[in-house]
Structures are given as C-alpha cells and as structure tokens.
C-alpha cells in the first residue's frame, strides 16, 4: 500500500494497464521484498513465540524436565536451516525470473535507468584484444568511431579502424568503411574496404552496465558475468557484486538472528511479549541500518563487496554469541 500510495502518480501520468501493474509489478515485487526481509520476519517470530512460551512458564517446565538449553535450541536451528535453504534458492534461482518483469515494468511506466546511448567504450573483448567505440546505439545496434587493437605481450600486433560498426546476431557484427594495419616487425600492411563482416565476442548488451540488471541474473549468471567483466577491464561493477556476496551472507542471517531471538526471548520478565518485541524491533532496525551504511562504503568503493555483505553478520554474531552465553541456562 506504501508502494502503491508513492508510485499512483506515475501509473497515471504513464498510462500503466491495471492488469501489468497486477501481474507484472505486484505480482513481482512482493516475493522479492518478502525474500529480502526473511531474516527480519524469522527474528520477530521467534521472538514472539519464544516470549509467548517464557510468559507461561513453558521453558521453566521444559529445563526442570532436564533437557538442556542447547537440546531446547534445536528445532529454532532447523527452522532456520529451513528458510535459509528456501531463501537461497529462492534469491538465487526463482526470484531473478521474476524481477526482470519487474523491472521491465519499472524502466517503462516509472522511472527509465535504461539508456539508448553509450559514449567512450573501451573494453578487453578477449586476451590481447582492445576494443573502443566512441558512440552506439542500442536502439538500431550501430556503433561509430571504431578502433580494434591487438596485442601479443606488450607488441602491438594489428590495428583495426573504421567508421561504422553493427550488431546482427548473436557475435556476428559488420563493419564499415575499415582500414586493417598488420605489423611484422619493420614491415606494415594496410588493408581497406567498404565492408567486413567478422566475429567479435562480445553483444551490445555489454556496453550498458545497468545497476538494476543484477536483481534479474541468476546466480550461475552473475558469477559468469563479474568473471567475465573484470577480465575485460571493466570496473563499474561493485552492484553486481554486492548482489552475489548478499545472496550468500543472507540466509546465514537466518541462524543468526533466530539465536539473537530466542536468547532474548527465554528469559520471563515483567514487560512481557512487548518488551521483548520492542527489543527485537530495534535490533531488527539496526541490522538493516548497518546492511544500508556497509552497502553504501562498498558502493563508493571505501569496502570491499565480499567484506560490506558479510559485515552485519560478522557484528551479529558477536552480539548473537554475548546474548547467548547470558541466556537463561
């Protein structure tokens, strides 16, 4: 409803058909949002119900009979292996099918962050092999300004230029109006033409690094494509990054903050179900406000992915560990 009061406007303004704000957009964003706040919703169960059963005496009567806290532990961990088994496979393989609809609806009747047009791309197409254009389209697949260079070690091997380049299929692109310069040690040879087809590993996809593109790869995809990117050179990719570290970090979450809640929660005190639900809100709050600031360092590059998706864990823990040890025995 939040979601639906901000963004009226722009289904109005952009004409957006009822049934593709149902299906497309809605449809799609509530498992990716209910996928990204799993942890957050197991924390504030847990709490709920192990502070329902501390109020009736229930964990008292449950040690007295001589099983030990770490026997009363085992069903929350199982749970938890539970949703973060679904949680990984969900965000990894299920959800990314989703949110290209999503956000097919989004650069469409919300907000575009897709562009037509890329200026200055220079990219390491494969081992040795330079490729710059100065300008392509997406829209009719055509580059112009192009120069191709190749190296063996640091020895410019051959040089490709030409006026015009386009995308067919799949690797197939043509150039037009090239000159070819091969060298051979003190000896040169040019080559010229109106037209050539050739084979370049590479799409036009490529040129246009979208943040918004990581939610849509599967996690197979996405580690193909930061390999794949980082051999090319190409360093704008720290939001795919995050993106595969958080799909590991997590579903740990889940083991984490069930073992914040239910040492919380065990212990029967005067405040009841809501003092202990007003403790698990705020840590809840505080673990998404160290999710955002690390995420934000890694983004302005101060943090490195792997270190920014982990760190709210690894804090976590700790503090999971300390409310442990002091639990109720």
């Given at each position: 409803?939040?979601?639906?009061?901000?963004?009226l406007?722009k289904f109005?303004?952009?004409?957006?058909?009822?049934?593709?704000?149902?299906?497309?957009?809605y449809l799609?964003?509530?498992?990716?949002?209910?996928?990204?706040?799993?942890?957050?919703?197991?924390?504030?169960?847990?709490?709920?119900?192990?502070?329902?059963?501390?109020?009736?005496?229930e964990?008292i009567?449950?040690?007295?009979?001589g099983?030990s806290?770490?026997?009363f532990?085992?069903?929350?961990?199982?749970?938890?292996?539970?949703?973060?088994?679904s949680?990984?496979?969900?965000?990894?393989?299920?959800?990314?099918?989703?949110?290209?609809?999503?956000?097919d609806?989004?650069?469409?009747?919300i907000?575009?962050?897709?562009?037509?047009?890329?200026?200055?791309?220079?990219?390491e197409?494969?081992?040795?092999?330079i490729?710059?254009?100065?300008?392509?389209?997406?829209?009719?697949?055509s580059?112009?300004?192009?120069?191709?260079?190749?190296?063996?070690?640091?020895?410019?091997?051959?040089?490709?230029?030409a006026?015009?380049?386009?995308?067919?299929?799949?690797?197939?692109?043509?150039v037009?109006?090239?000159?070819?310069?091969?060298?051979?040690g003190?000896?040169?040879?040019?080559?010229?033409?109106?037209?050539?087809?050739?084979?370049?590993?590479i799409?036009?996809?490529?040129f246009?690094?979208?943040?918004?593109?990581?939610?849509?790869?599967?996690?197979?995809?996405?580690?193909?494509y930061?390999?794949?990117?980082?051999?090319?050179?190409?360093?704008?990719?720290?939001?795919?990054?995050?993106?595969?570290?958080?799909?590991?970090?997590?579903?740990?979450?889940a083991?984490?903050?069930?073992?914040i809640?239910?040492?919380?929660?065990?212990?029967?005190?005067?405040?009841?179900?809501?003092?202990h639900?007003?403790?698990?809100?705020?840590?809840?709050?505080?673990?998404?406000?160290?999710?955002?600031?690390?995420?934000?360092?890694?983004?302005?590059?101060?943090?490195?992915?792997?270190?920014?998706?982990?760190?709210?864990?690894?804090?976590?823990?700790?503090?999971?560990?300390y409310?442990y040890?002091k639990?109720?025995?």
């Open positions: 409803m939040l979601d639906l009061t901000e963004k406007d109005f303004d952009n004409h957006a058909p009822l049934k593709a704000i149902v299906f497309d957009y799609c964003f509530i498992p990716y949002f209910g996928i990204m706040l799993s942890p957050l919703f197991t924390f504030i169960a847990v709490i709920f119900f192990t502070s329902k059963m501390a109020g009736n005496s964990i009567s449950i040690q007295a009979s099983v806290y770490n026997r532990l085992r069903p929350y961990f199982i749970s938890a292996a539970v949703i973060a088994i949680t990984f496979v969900l965000s990894g393989y299920i959800i990314p099918t989703a949110n290209k609809t999503r956000l609806f989004e650069n469409k009747y907000k575009k962050f897709r562009d037509d047009n890329v200026s200055n791309v220079q990219l197409i494969q081992k040795g092999v490729l710059y254009i100065e300008n392509f389209d997406n829209v009719h697949n580059g112009f300004n192009v120069s191709m260079e190749k190296f063996k070690g640091k020895k410019l091997m051959s040089r490709m230029t006026e015009k380049i386009h995308w067919d299929t799949l690797n197939h692109w043509t037009q109006n090239y000159l070819i310069r091969e060298f051979n003190m000896k040169e040879k040019i080559t010229r033409g109106s037209s050539l087809d050739t084979t370049i590993n799409q036009p996809n490529d246009f690094i979208s943040a918004q593109d990581s939610p849509q790869m599967k996690n197979n995809e996405l580690h193909a930061l390999n794949r990117q980082r051999e090319r050179g190409i360093g704008n990719i720290k939001a795919f990054e995050d993106e595969y570290y958080k799909r590991f970090s997590m579903p740990c979450a083991f984490i903050l069930s073992l809640g239910v040492s919380l929660a065990s212990r029967k005190v005067r405040g009841g179900t809501g003092l639900l007003g403790i698990g809100i705020g840590l809840s709050f505080g673990y998404i406000l160290f999710s955002t600031f690390s995420t934000t360092f890694s983004v302005n590059g101060s943090m490195s992915s792997i270190l920014a998706a982990w760190l709210p864990n690894i804090v976590f823990s700790f503090i999971a560990w409310l040890t639990a109720p025995k």
